[in-house]
């Protein structure tokens, strides 16, 4: 059984896909297109199937603690392939909420915030600027869903570039190439089986080979041969 959001195919929700794949869609070309987003990871992450006698479990162990969490930034660009990505690492801290006696508690681990998201963008900049010419037909359009840190000012920091921005329709990961990446380097990535935490970011950076141009280019195009769905209202 899959599970998905309460809000991913409700009327409103795939009217406004409708919407936005009428108004965007002509406009998405696999060259100048960038989709970002973020994926987590950490040992806890093992293969989902193994081998066994017949008649016995196939049994995997993990850590009894859940460990720190490694949240990758990345950029996939359809023609390219992954672009560039980042590794932000993140753990529980203590808190004191007793001065007087010195008492903590460990507060949960902060996640990608918005002047990280902004950093990434600053050094992706630089990347693009290598691998794009300055004619503005090829000029990069980048791609994000409404997450809260791709708000604010975010929208100043790209203007200022030059590039281009659009944001993705609400709830509709399945029209975003870069989830089908994200996917695949995780399967990639269980196969390497990090055991330790030292071992996690290595793990990260050899499963991450694993994503070709080829590959980035199938998942556009699958993305695209959904829209006659999405302009149909059907479920995705």
Do not use: C
């Amino acid at each position: 059984m899959q599970q998905y959001a309460n809000q991913r195919n409700t009327p409103e929700t795939k009217q406004k896909r409708k919407q936005w794949v009428e108004q965007n869609a002509a406009s998405l070309t696999a060259d100048t297109a960038i989709f970002i987003d973020e994926t987590p990871f950490n040992f806890n992450i093992i293969r989902r199937r193994g081998r066994s006698r017949k008649g016995q479990a196939a049994l995997g162990v993990v850590p009894a603690i859940r460990g720190k969490n490694h949240t990758v930034i990345a950029a996939l660009s359809p023609a390219r392939g992954l672009l560039y990505y980042e590794i932000h690492v993140t753990a529980p801290t203590d808190e004191f909420i007793n001065k007087k006696s010195n008492k903590t508690k460990k507060t949960a681990p902060k996640g990608v915030d918005r002047e990280r998201f902004r950093t990434f963008l600053i050094n992706l900049f630089s990347i693009l600027s290598s691998k794009f010419a300055s004619s503005s037909s090829s000029t990069p359009l980048l791609l994000f869903d409404n997450a809260r840190i791709h708000t604010g000012d975010i929208d100043e920091t790209i203007f200022q570039t030059g590039y281009r921005q659009l944001r993705l329709a609400a709830w509709s990961p399945e029209l975003n190439p870069i989830e089908y990446a994200f996917s695949k380097w995780k399967l990639a990535y269980r196969v390497l089986y990090p055991a330790t935490e030292a071992a996690v970011n290595d793990a990260i950076k050899e499963s991450a080979k694993s994503i070709t141009a080829a590959d980035s280019q199938h998942y556009f195009n699958h993305t695209q041969s959904l829209y006659a769905r999405v302009l149909d209202l059907e479920d995705l």
